[in-house]
């Protein structure tokens, strides 16, 4: 048969069709070839097992790990996310070349790469996507600096990049993005203040950089009056409420600095509907208006010091359905319309009077609130936990002694009358300082009493400071040096009159400086009286040899036990030149410290040069704290005796920086060197002895002109160190467990900052079962909170060892607290004490 003619018009049909085939081949070639190369770089990822050679690009259907889209032919949008079966990117992967690649895709408007191990900087590179316009790279672990070469991608609008590992600052160039409506940097680890030029993006909507290490004061935001959501979490900026725009729909600044007042003008924004200020310092009134704003559903004002009464009959928005006012100083009644079931309520830890939650007693959000008034205008110490901020050496007593203080001041200047004049510094320096006997320090000693007795008209505050001034200058008679320093500043307070600032003074100095009463004067031992103490260094006398020598233990005519350290002098030379250090050995005699209580040399008899220096300690014979705490077997100690313990190793180590001149920093501080005597009382056994070889470059935290770079910055961070170290007690403190390896810190130090953000149950779950049921939540959360910082990674971010302090004096004081109000209770429902309570 003979084929059928082709008509001219399916001809011309075929002609049309075969020309769009090769015209569409042709525009498409180069950006396939991309896309394919892309695939290549990635490890052929399965996200990308689609991608072929030989397949439409632009009609490939979109699933939740890949999508293209196309215009008139060219590739716009390039989604790519990670699926669950994880592709190891190949070892030769740069994100240089991945970044170069893409450049070539010049009408690329969106790029979302997500969950794909992208590692190195982010190249400069990227500026060759001129078009882009939506840029996320989230959940990566892209490092380094963020390329300034974002702010020639003008178009930006959006620009993600979540959950990598950023550092650095965000700088000035930010404010070039003038189209940015969404900058989110959230869970990296970006540091220092926010660049002011912020607040030229006025088409802003989202601002997320939460759960980074950023700080200082916010700039000026309320000029970004599209802004709806501000999320600061997790960051270090304050004290200051920022100043921001009235149509924020969520602000979210958990877990910051912030100290001051809230704004009374933040009830005026009536488009918010999430408020969470939790876990700040935020002080003053607490405004029920916030219970009250138009779009409100979710409000977090938990763990400040927000003060006021609260009353049945105030209103409530309707639409909340979260509410946290914990860990406040509120007083009153919990408002009626908090009270459906159809709400979450949480308001623990506060003075009301509902008790279906635990609450304090009402003097204790009266004492509390007027420390909290007192600290902002201190402004002497970085920033604590919440609860450490209205905590001192006397508790809730303190509040009333600042009242005395200032009781007094107005008497005084009403009856102020001549008085006597005080000694002279030079004359009692002079009186020190010279070899006078102990009567003419006493007679000096009076006539400063009689001054103050002249200036200070209050009986009760006159007998605190006369009884502490007296402890302590019979106590260090023998050492002068430290006495004239520290009766010099009692002198200067007294000329004011500031009585308040005297007493805290005084305990300061009876408490921290005092030597122990009960051990006898440092002297000069001689060498055969150390050999007859341990039977001439006999095997049996041997008790150990650590970085600090050897140590015997050695029984004086007396009958007092002693140990005693020898240390082998690697340069020869005479006595005169290690007084010095035994200088400072000789004011190492505190109530937390295996005390010193005196020196022998042993010289060579030909030139007097010194062979081998033994210093002698109290000697101290009971368990470890570690074998009290986490030993396997024998009596493990409760909650209380816990905090007692660490407050009692802070001390010890606050002493050994505070309270000789210089300080003695860098401890190297074991759980294993802590001891507890027969009255449980801790001792640190072990700690930076000047003339240790291994420690001597550690003595000062001073630094001095010729140290520099690293060496200079281990110096300044010395003290920082020990906390470090009080950190890694607390731990084991904690958990009950014995932590045997350095790498197992930053495992349990997570474990830590991820149960304090879960739920009571399960945050004991991971505390000693010895004591998981005897602690209060406050106690164990504050502990728990402190021992993090310590541990942190930047030295700088950790807590000064004074912050340490106040924060488990704290964990004491309402610990004891929650006793006294669960013994209460107990009472009021049984007829006769327990045993376990008698």
């Known amino acids: 048969m003979a084929p059928k003619p082709v008509s001219l018009s399916h001809l011309l049909h075929l002609t049309l069709f075969l020309a769009t085939i090769q015209l569409s081949e042709q525009l498409e070639f180069s950006q396939s070839q991309t896309l394919l190369k892309v695939q290549q770089l990635l490890g052929y990822p399965s996200a990308l097992g689609t991608l072929s050679s030989n397949i439409d690009f632009c009609n490939i259907d979109p699933t939740s790990y890949l999508t293209l889209v196309c215009y008139e032919d060219s590739l716009t949008q390039l989604h790519v996310v990670g699926s669950n079966e994880y592709t190891p990117l190949p070892q030769n992967f ?47 672990h892209f490092n380094g600096a963020i390329p300034s070469q974002l702010s020639l991608l003008r178009n930006l609008q959006s620009v993600v990049l979540d959950d990598n590992n950023f550092n650095g600052e965000i700088s000035n160039w930010v404010g070039s993005l003038q189209g940015l409506a969404v900058l989110s940097m959230r869970n990296n680890w970006l540091s220092g203040s926010l660049p002011t030029s912020l607040n030229a993006l006025h088409t802003l909507r989202v601002l997320d950089l939460s759960n ?26 304050g004290p200051h409420f920022p100043s921001l725009p009235t149509k924020l729909v969520s602000l979210v600044l958990r877990n910051n600095s912030f100290r001051l007042s809230v704004p009374s003008n933040l009830s005026s924004f009536y488009l918010l509907q999430r408020l969470d200020l939790s876990l700040n310092g935020f002080v003053g009134p607490f405004p029920p208006s916030l219970l009250l704003m138009p779009s409100i559903n979710y409000l977090d004002v938990s763990s400040n010091k927000f003060t006021g009464m609260l009353f049945n009959n105030m209103s409530c928005n309707d639409d909340l359905h979260f509410v946290n006012l914990s860990s406040n100083l509120l007083k009153g009644e919990l408002p009626t319309c908090l009270e459906p079931k159809t709400r979450v309520v949480l308001y623990a830890r506060n003075c009301l009077s509902n008790k279906n939650q635990d609450q304090h007693p009402s003097d204790f959000c009266s004492n509390e609130a007027l420390a909290v008034t007192i600290i902002p205008h201190q402004q002497k ?78 009986k009760g505050a006159v007998e605190t400071l006369t009884r502490s001034i007296k402890e302590y200058v019979m106590s260090r008679v023998n050492n002068k040096r430290v006495v004239r320093a520290s009766t010099m500043s009692i002198i200067e307070h007294v000329s004011s009159a500031n009585t308040a600032k005297l007493l805290t003074d005084a305990r300061y100095i009876s408490e921290t400086m005092k030597m122990g009463a009960s051990l006898p004067a440092y002297r000069t031992f001689a060498l055969d009286e150390l050999k007859e103490a341990t039977n001439n260094f006999d095997e049996s006398s041997f008790i150990s040899e650590g970085p600090h020598g050897q140590i015997y233990k050695g029984v004086l005519s007396d009958g007092m036990h002693i140990a005693i350290r020898g240390l082998k002098m690697r340069k020869k030379q005479g006595p005169q030149t290690y007084m010095h250090h035994v200088e400072i050995i000789s004011k190492l005699r505190h109530s937390h410290l295996v005390s010193a209580l005196g020196h022998a040399f042993e010289c060579n008899q030909d030139d007097s040069s010194v062979n081998n220096v033994y210093l002698i300690f109290e000697f101290v014979q009971n368990k470890s704290l570690r074998s009290c705490v986490s030993g396997s077997s024998g009596e493990k100690l409760s909650w209380t005796q816990r905090i ?118 399960a945050r004991r779950s991971i505390v ?30 950790r807590p000064s060892v004074e912050d340490i302090l106040w924060n488990l004096q704290f964990a004491a004081q309402v610990q004891n607290s929650w006793r006294r109000d669960s013994s209460d209770h107990d009472h009021s429902y049984s007829p006769a004490p327990s045993s376990r309570e008698t």
């Not at 905590?391 to 200032?406: A, D, E, N, Q």
């Not at 107005?410 to 008085?419: E, T």
């Not at 000693?768 to 910082?789: F, N």
Request: aromatic fraction near 2%; proline fraction near 3%.
């Open 768 to 797: 000693d079962p010895a004591v998981h049921k005897e602690c209060s939540d406050e106690s164990l959360m504050t502990t728990m909170e402190i021992c993090v910082r310590c541990l942190s990674g930047d030295p700088t971010e």
């Open 381 to 458: 110490h970085k920033r604590t936990t919440s609860k450490a901020i209205i905590v001192s050496s006397m508790g809730g007593l303190v509040g009333g002694m600042l009242i005395v203080g200032v009781v007094i001041l107005v008497v005084s200047r009403v009856h102020k009358k001549q008085v006597g004049k005080i000694p002279s510094k030079s004359t009692l320096e002079h009186v020190i300082s010279q070899e006078h006997n102990e009567d003419e320090v006493k007679t000096t000693t009076r006539s400063i009493m009689e001054h103050i007795i002249k200036r200070v008209p209050d």
């Open 644 to 761: 007692t313990a660490a407050i009692g190793v802070v001390k010890g180590i606050q002493f050994l920086h505070t309270g000789i001149v210089p300080g003695l920093y860098s401890n190297n501080l074991k759980i294993t060197d802590i001891l507890l005597d027969n009255n449980h009382n801790v001792k640190i056994s072990s700690y930076n002895l000047p003339l240790s070889a291994e420690n001597k470059r550690m003595i000062s935290k001073g630094t001095s002109p010729g140290l520099k770079g690293k060496v200079q910055a281990r110096i300044q961070d010395a003290d920082k160190n020990d906390v470090y170290d009080i950190g890694v007690v607390l731990l084991e403190i904690i958990l009950g467990r014995p932590i045997m390896f350095h790498n197992e810190v930053g495992t349990l130090k997570d474990l830590l900052q991820v149960s304090i953000k879960t739920d009571d149950i």
């Open 94 to 140: 740069s994100s240089d070349t991945l970044f170069a690649t893409l450049g070539t895709l010049s009408s690329l408007k969106v790029l979302s790469l997500v969950s794909l191990g992208l590692w190195g900087n982010l190249p400069e590179s990227i500026a060759q996507l001129s078009s882009l316009e939506i840029l996320n790279i989230s959940s990566n």
């Open 212 to 237: 980074n290490q950023l700080s200082g004061e916010l700039p000026h935001l309320k000029n970004l009056a599209n802004l709806q959501v501000l999320n600061l979490e997790n960051n270090t900026f």
